[in-house]
């Protein structure tokens, strides 16, 4: 997660400043803040806006529909090498020996690097555990090892096949229970702990570690104890959830342009200042040799951050050749690379008997393979209120790739058990789900939420649990999310407006998809009264004012005030500029509706263009970097989401038939981009609850379905009618008041909600994802469990 | 493919039955457009293993290249022609992210070997606009923003094309059928849906202008 404004200090307050605040439907109010003297005014609702929460076609949707945008994997440099990472075709073990000479000797090839330090691992706290050597340890199957660059990808290819590497094997185990086991080979032979991505992931540090498990992590709030012992009720339950991978369509990679005066990176990345950091680091180079380029990218979803193996070894190969060296890992490498972690979660909910919770006990082991991180407890944590809650969150090791963030780290795992907990609570306590959370539930805008899921679905007509007599049985169920308010303070912007009246925007922030250009767009738009596709959106570049690393749903509410900022105080100084040719003073000059206007007498009023003539220089621009919250308050924020499905008892399949979800992301800057967010999270979500699973082979130790025919993804045809509402919520923190939704949206709920429909149609809970046909037919009796 | 003959039996229409992709259909239709091509290189003469040079016909424009035979379709076009709109995302068949036509029909660039395919009409995404004047599922496309990282989108609006192109009037399970193979990990699949079908209706209220204009000029 990035760090939280608190790091910073607020700028000096120096005005009060009224703010709308609240949700439209309950009435808007109004909140008073102390703001900086930099800051612009107060914005108003959307409703009063021309831009902001008015849908807005994407900034870069025709280049991107015509295929023009350049990807990392599209970029090609005259000279350009192609390069093919060598990974470890064994699961565990050192190697003895690696003989490159044979590639080395392949024509077309111009480098080859042995990597002498993996990256995104976790690292033994005491390295002299293990005897030192040249090589790293070998700790899982697909573990890189080497990179060679080549004349075409082709040779690359075959030069990989070259590569000779001689391995002494260790004893392995890949399976998260085998691994818990007291005579389980090691992982490690000793402690160790991962660092987590500028995404997030990553767990807790120095906490005991036995064999491979590595924790607890405690969280400890009340008394649980007591807590169980005043309640009238518990519901316990066991949950299972699958490893997913990330699956990004454009893989992870580099195109590196090592030059003695600057290193070019072209990074398929969410952070472009992440991976800036890491090659400083790595290679010990001052920043402003280093420029990283990620003008349109192929998906991230938390996995990709930072230099990573790939970019060491590309830049290692560059250096080496003298040459610019592109290294995109392959599919298998993908799926590979990085993961969500799977868990085994032990939940115990104590509540009075009108529903109110008394205790909540949560343990938890999840395998982040050589990585830490899968710990779940954030739902138990945080969506209701409890006076007792105790969350113990273990890691345990297996030779696996490692786990990383991806979307909402942790919580659809701890949502999927902990949200069909508080549905089984509801059914023991005889209360409607929805109505059960109105009594636990203090978030406004869920509340919100779950009245327009009230409204506008057919829950009022839902049915007890397994009602239906046939075997097709439907049902319907809902969950919710929560996520929070993450600020990242490296994010500024620079606008500048030339003298013929165009305006532009510079920052180094990254557009994943998430449409962080025409969210910019929109925000430059509204405040010159212009339309957002004239203005001209250039980010994506460390040459530009640094930006916020894409991860945790950062960046809207990040990224969003420096660029209102900037924007704002760009017309400020125009203004100052201009006045004295206009023959008034600048505080008598408002920008509206695309024209300048005198205060005091709107009759005299000139174009842009008109007022930018009279610039003294050809160019004035402003520079502003996102000024902490206005206010301390911890702000979390979630959604909604319901599910209708229909369960076949015979063939275990489960169709999703509808989905409808409410959700809040503060201010909506472009709903229309902001509902293709959610409908990702809630495609993505069904695709996690349904189908994604990586299999291992618990005999040979690596993945078995690293490709994307067997790593089964959601597909067109199992796609639901799909319906989304936004909530607007002010909350008056920022001059936009922006949140992102690439958490919420979706992904956390999707499972827990399926689980309850699932239920609601069967009478059957589903502890275990994906509901594949052959998990369903054994929750259903009809079948023996299978192991995957 | 949702509207190929039904009343003969094939491998092809066999396949399809048997509930798989229409990217696995295109495979097939690929494989077969191989063989026939195999005149245009001088039938029985082997080549390479090194870099033979073929002229290719692209978005109507004749390219000479050398390329090695075991090159795909899409790593000519991306690597040896700088045309990188088509994407390479799997690269064995399984996504469709690397559509192209090969004379008007849907085909996995990956799965097809360039050299197969020297005297067929080629057409990528590239060539679909006409300089920036999208085609209309582009537009489309831009303005469902049916879209978001947009690595799947240039397959994907091949697909919805060639859909539209032979069945003037799909329904929305033939868009789906149309995109079946073609993966999209930003879940962007109901605004292809919506962008597809309001191509289809765009089209029919325009054919039913020209008929009412015609009618009245009679
Ligand atoms: S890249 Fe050709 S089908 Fe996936
Ligand atoms: S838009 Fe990202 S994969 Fe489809």
Redesign the interface.
Not at chain 2, 84 to 92: A, F, P, S
Not at chain 2, 147 to 154: A, I, L, N, Y
Not at chain 2, 179 to 193: D, E, M
């Given at each position: 997660m990035a760090p939280q404004s608190d790091a910073t200090k607020p700028a000096a307050p120096n005005r009060t400043e009224t703010f709308v605040w609240g949700i439209p439907q309950n009435g808007l109010q109004s909140k008073e803040r102390q703001v900086g003297r930099d800051e612009p005014p107060p914005l108003p609702a959307n409703s009063e806006l021309t831009y902001i929460g008015k849908p807005t076609e994407r900034y870069d949707g025709p280049a991107k529909a015509m295929g023009k945008g350049k990807y990392t994997a599209d970029i090609n440099l005259p000279g350009m090498l192609y390069a093919r990472m060598i990974d470890a075709t064994i699961p565990h073990g050192r190697i003895v020996s690696i003989d490159t000479s044979e590639a080395e000797k392949l024509p077309g090839v111009r480098a080859v690097h042995v990597i002498e330090h993996v990256y995104g691992v976790a690292e033994l706290r005491d390295p002299k555990m293990e005897a030192p050597s040249r090589y790293p340890v070998i700790r899982y199957y697909g573990q890189p090892i080497a990179g060679v660059a080549a004349i075409s990808q082709q040779i690359a290819n075959d030069a990989a096949q070259l590569v000779k590497v001689k391995y002494d094997t260790l004893a392995f185990v890949v399976d998260r229970s085998d691994a818990r086991a007291e005579d389980a080979p090691m992982v490690f032979p000793g402690p160790a702990d991962a660092a987590g991505s500028a995404g997030g992931g990553g767990g807790p540090k120095g906490v005991p570690q036995t064999g491979n498990v590595h924790g607890p992590q405690q969280k400890k709030n009340g008394d649980v104890e007591k807590g169980f012992a005043e309640a009238d009720v518990i519901v316990e339950g066991e949950y299972f959830t699958q490893v997913q991978t990330h699956s990004a369509l454009e893989t992870h990679g580099f195109v590196v342009d090592w030059k003695p005066d600057e290193v070019t990176v072209y990074a398929s990345t969410q952070g472009t200042s992440s991976v800036r950091n890491e090659f400083a680091d790595v290679f010990k180079l001052p920043k402003n040799k280093i420029r990283v380029i990620t003008e349109y990218m192929g998906g991230g979803f938390g996995a990709k951050f930072g230099a990573g193996n790939e970019g060491v070894v590309a830049a290692n190969l560059s250096r080496k050749a003298n040459a610019p060296v592109k290294l995109m890992l392959d599919r298998r490498q993908e799926h590979i690379v990085c993961n969500r972690p799977d868990s085994h979660q032990k939940l115990k909910v104590g509540a009075k008997r009108d529903g109110t919770l008394t205790a909540i006990a949560l343990t938890s082991y999840g395998t982040a393979g050589v990585g830490t991180g899968a710990g779940t407890a954030g739902p138990a944590n945080n969506m209701y209120k409890c006076p007792n809650i105790l969350t113990e969150e273990y890691d345990v090791f297996v030779n696996a790739g490692p786990g990383a963030a991806f979307r909402a780290p942790g919580h659809p795992q701890g949502c999927f058990a902990f949200e069909q907990t508080i549905d089984d609570l509801a059914a023991k306590l005889n209360i409607d789900p929805l109505t059960l959370r109105e009594t636990i539930d203090e978030n406004p805008a869920r509340k919100v939420e779950r009245q327009i899921i009230l409204e506008r679905t057919n829950w009022r007509n839902r049915k007890p649990a397994g009602s239906d007599s046939g075997p097709v049985k439907r049902g319907m169920g809902i969950a919710q999310s929560v996520w929070y308010r993450f600020v990242n303070m490296n994010s500024s912007c620079e606008v500048r407006v030339s003298r013929d009246g165009s305006v532009e925007l510079l920052s180094a922030v990254q557009d994943l998809g998430t449409g962080t250009k025409t969210m910019l767009a929109v925000i430059v738009a509204e405040e010159f009264g212009i339309p957002p596709a004239s203005v001209g959106i250039r980010i994506g570049d460390t040459r530009f004012p640094i930006g916020p690393d894409s991860g945790g749903s950062v960046t809207a509410g990040s990224i969003t005030p420096a660029a209102r900022n900037a924007s704002y105080q760009v017309k400020q100084k125009l203004f100052a500029a201009v006045a004295p040719q206009l023959g008034t003073t600048a505080d008598n000059l408002v920008l509206k509706g695309g024209r300048v206007a005198f205060k005091n007498d709107p009759s005299k009023s000139y174009t842009l263009k008109q007022v930018t003539a009279k610039m003294p220089t050809d160019e004035i621009s402003a520079q502003a970097t996102r000024v902490a919250e206005y206010s301390k308050e911890r702000i979390t924020y979630g959604g909604v989401d319901y599910v209708e499905l229909a369960v076949d008892t015979e063939t275990g399949r489960v169709h999703i038939e509808k989905v409808f979800g409410a959700h809040d992301c503060g201010r909506p800057i472009n709903p229309l981009g902001v509902i293709s967010q959610i409908n990702g999270g809630i495609l993505q979500g069904i695709s996690y609850a349904l189908f994604e699973q990586r299999i291992m082979d618990r005999n040979a130790g690596y993945m078995l379905n690293a490709n994307l025919e067997n790593y089964k993804i959601l597909g067109a045809r199992e796609v639901p009618e799909i319906e989304v509402v936004l909530v607007e919520n002010y909350i008056a923190q920022s001059s936009t008041d922006a949140a992102g939704i690439g958490e919420s949206a979706g992904i956390i709920t999707l499972a827990a909600a399926i689980g309850n429909a699932f239920y609601n149609a069967t009478g059957v809970r589903m502890r275990k994802i994906p509901m594949t046909p052959a998990n369903v037919l054994s929750a259903l009796g009809k079948v023996q469990e299978v192991q995957a | 493919m949702a509207d190929s003959p039904k009343t003969t039996f094939s491998r092809r229409g066999f396949l399809k039955g048997a509930g798989v992709?229409a990217a696995t259909t295109v495979i097939e239709s690929a494989n077969a457009l191989a063989r026939e091509t195999k005149d245009a290189l001088h039938s029985d003469r082997a080549v390479g293993p090194g870099s033979v040079p073929v002229k290719l016909h692209i978005n109507g424009h004749e390219y000479s290249v050398a390329i090695?035979p075991?090159?795909t379709l899409a790593?000519t076009l991306?690597?040896n022609l700088?045309l990188?709109?088509?994407?390479?995302?799997?690269?064995?068949g399984?996504?469709s992210?690397c559509t192209v036509w090969i004379d008007k029909t849907p085909a996995l660039a990956c799965m097809t070997l360039a050299i197969d395919v020297v005297g067929r009409q080629i057409t990528?995404?590239?060539g679909?606009?006409h300089g920036?004047t999208?085609h209309q599922v582009?537009?489309a496309?831009?303005?469902h923003?049916a879209?978001?990282?947009?690595?799947?989108?240039?397959g994907m609006?091949m697909s919805c094309a060639a859909l539209l192109d032979r069945n003037p009037n799909p329904k929305l399970a033939d868009?789906?059928?149309a995109?079946?193979?073609?993966?999209?990990?930003?879940?962007?699949?109901?605004?292809?849906?919506a962008a597809t079908l309001d191509v289809a209706q765009q089209r029919r209220q325009t054919a039913g202008l020209v008929a009412l204009v015609t009618e009245r000029e009679a």
């Open positions: - | 992709t090695e075991r090159y790593e991306r690597d700088g990188t709109g088509t994407k390479v995302v799997c690269d064995r399984s996504c992210a990528t995404i590239e679909l606009s920036d999208m582009q537009a496309f831009v303005k923003d879209m978001q990282c947009g690595f799947c989108t240039p609006v868009v789906k059928h995109v079946s193979g073609n993966l999209c990990r930003c879940g962007t699949y109901p605004k292809v849906f």
